[in-house]
């Protein structure tokens, strides 16, 4: 133990967190040597009340620390539309782009045999239920376009067949301010698939 | 706001820390929420205690969370050499190296006169009224080989004049396992000027 016993535990901790290796570790605990004591305080805080306090949307499986989330809660929201997203770190993506002004329904992840994440595993049952209840329009799905992302997207598609709800798919394509030559060829497939008549 | 209020704060805190940004910050306050409550806690009470506890030891400047350091109290260190480091988390690089038995004195910084760091903010006359009051056979400079480590190092040898004491300073050349081909004239002209008879 090169370091004092409190210091060395608040470098395992930052270990845990992901991409903080021990030499980043050990930067992050001498930066919180100079800290004021009331950032300390705030941060231990921070920690704790974010464990406490943050629960799960019971509409739409969003990040909320009331019973819904605050899109839900919203009533300026289209609530006849659905965007269906693959974790709640997406979902600000979308918030962000400021496009978007219906509701979202949380998957909690991508349906993925291989790592034995199965439909029920994610909130795909808590989507459908949500469809035959409320008087929904149109579910966008807005999942990424991986083997896992496509799969859960067709599975989506098969269990709303035979439902009154237009389905649609976030368009796939160059992304904006990218150089072409640097794409791969799925993509340049994919764009050249979505074409549009220019108007 | 996108996020819940304790989330958004979690994210905050994380961002204050040195080289994490935005999408970082936002991605290990999601870890937080994977964390065991017992890990939180763990976290929470880590950070308080490394404010509380850590101090720096009276003697060399060290971290410690008694009056003196772990190192300063080893009997079975060498206290007649002291290795002059920049800062805690140099003198643990030598401390890995497990080469060296004496005892440290950490500065806390280098001269540099254009970010107005003078020598009386770092801990130069603590080194010296050290060594005009212990018993010290020899200091070894163990500073950066940077502008400031330089300066720092030729003002040390200067307030050290007429004093007992052996000055040295750490070798300057090719790391090992180094490809020469990817290393600066500096270096190559430093690992030049220091060559050794091949015994």
């Known amino acids: 133990m090169n370091y004092p016993k409190s210091f060395e535990e608040l470098i395992e901790c930052f270990k845990l967190l992901p991409g903080i290796g021990e030499k980043n570790a050990e930067r992050l605990a001498f930066a919180i040597l100079t800290f004021e004591q009331e950032q300390v305080d705030f941060f231990s805080d921070a920690l704790k009340r974010v464990k406490s306090n943050i629960k799960k949307c019971e509409i739409c499986?969003?990040?909320?620390?009331?019973?819904?989330?605050?899109?839900?809660?919203?009533?300026?929201?289209?609530?006849?539309?659905?965007?269906?997203?693959?974790?709640?770190k997406n979902l600000v993506l979308f918030e962000k782009a400021k496009i978007f002004n219906g509701v979202y329904h949380v998957l909690d992840g991508l349906i993925s045999p291989l790592n034995g994440i199965?439909?029920?595993d994610i909130k795909i049952n808590e989507l459908v239920?949500?469809?035959?209840?409320?008087?929904?329009?149109?579910?966008?799905?807005?999942l990424n376009p991986s083997v896992e992302g496509e799969t859960t997207s067709l599975y989506?598609?098969?269990?709303?067949?035979?439902?009154?709800?237009?389905?649609?798919?976030?368009?796939?394509?160059?992304?904006v301010g990218a150089d072409m030559e640097y794409l791969d060829p799925?993509?340049?497939?994919?764009?050249?698939?979505?074409?549009?008549e220019v108007s």
């Open 129 to 142: 239920n949500r469809i035959k209840e409320e008087k929904i329009k149109e579910v966008i799905l807005a």
């Open 156 to 175: 989506i598609k098969k269990m709303l067949e035979g439902l009154d709800v237009s389905i649609t798919k976030i368009a796939a394509g160059i992304p």
């Open 186 to 196: 799925m993509t340049i497939a994919r764009a050249m698939e979505g074409r549009k």
């Open 61 to 88: 499986n969003n990040l909320s620390e009331d019973k819904t989330c605050l899109i839900c809660k919203d009533k300026s929201r289209n609530k006849e539309i659905i965007c269906v997203v693959e974790n709640a």
């Open 118 to 120: 199965n439909p029920e």
